[in-house]
């Protein structure tokens, strides 16, 4: 979900750069700019034009997937490299999508992201809270290897309760949006594949909102 703010960086961009499904989302704000895809092989070259470009004075916008400021350090860090000055403008986080699909409040959870690896249990964090069942969780999965499934298998076998009610939500705000349901046991039953774009909603404690109707 686009704020006003980038919408105006895009309309007034001079190149604009991104992942091909990237870009297709934000295609509607583009006028006169160039554009370049990139993937993960071309990256690199990809942002050194950008690079050149900036140093020109040029207005380059790079596009990112997900949570800025969560899962989107590698890339900033590659622009970062490349820019002398670099400007933050914050989509609509897809936490705050997944609480309002689920009715919740920011202060009634906690937020965990396996996006990033950790020397430690990856799930020992989200263990705790779901024990207490005082808070929500709201996690971020970690593609490919740490997906729902595996997570509430691990979760189980961490000792939280089977019974524990979860929402996966796929590809938030986006027109082929997925919502599933049921109990932690029946996610780690799940075979089927997940988006990258997913994130869990664990409920525990206070009563949700009604969800609301696609």
Known sequence: MLTLQAQRELQHADLVLGFKTVLYVVKPWLADAEVRPMTYRDQEEVLEYAGT??????????CCWGDLNVSASEL???????AGKVKLVPGISSVQVAMARSGISLEDAVFITLHKRAEDDDLAEAVHYLKERRRHVIMLPR??????????????????SGDL????????????????????K????LAQEFSDLSILVFL???????????
Do not use: H, N
């Open 76 to 82: 900033l860090a590659r622009v970062r490299r490349r």
């Open 204 to 214: 525990s404690g206070k009563t949700p909102v009604t969800e609301p109707k696609p």
């Open 143 to 160: 593609p490919f290897d740490l997906m729902p499934a595996g997570i509430a298998k691990g979760l189980l076998d961490a000792g939280v």
């Open 53 to 62: 470009q900036a140093q020109q004075g040029k207005r380059c916008v790079v």
């Open 165 to 184: 009610p979860v929402k996966v939500y796929q590809e938030l705000s986006l027109d082929d949006e997925v919502r599933w349901g049921g109990t932690l």
């Open 186 to 189: 029946e996610c780690s039953e």
